[in-house]
């Protein structure tokens, strides 16, 4: 296969198709308009930890568990909003992964988030989701 010298311009679009399976959260699996939002903050059990608030609601058994992120402005400028979505992107597709299903969970980012790491956001997102009776697939609550 031949490469050839890349358009500075095309290669940052280009570089975007090729992230990791699981960065990217299948549509299936995300909470996508208001009133689902609304219903699960609202109708919900919430459960606050240090960088994030979760909320969850039980569906059917059977349907497919849904998440949704809430990133405040307050945590920080785009970059690092978009950041601390990623790294939680990445975090609950190792959670669907452990086969949990029949919730809505919405995840609402604290402005601490925006200088926590991603191992203390995962112990913080783990502490907060196993008060919704829900673990990691190595289930461990790191």
Known sequence: MRVGRSCRLVAPRAAANFLRSSAVLPRRHRLLNDTDFRDVVRRGARNPGRFLVVHARRREPD????????????????????????????????????????????????????????????????????GHRIRFHDGALI
């Open 63 to 130: 349907a497919l568990t849904r998440f949704g992120f809430v990133v405040n402005r307050k945590v920080g400028n785009a970059v690092v909003r978009n950041k601390v979505r990623r790294r939680l992107r990445s975090m609950v597709a190792d959670l669907l992964e452990s086969g949990v299903g029949g919730l809505d969970v919405v995840v609402r980012v604290l402005p601490p988030a925006s200088s926590a790491s991603y191992s203390e956001l995962r112990e913080d997102l783990a502490r907060s989701l196993s």
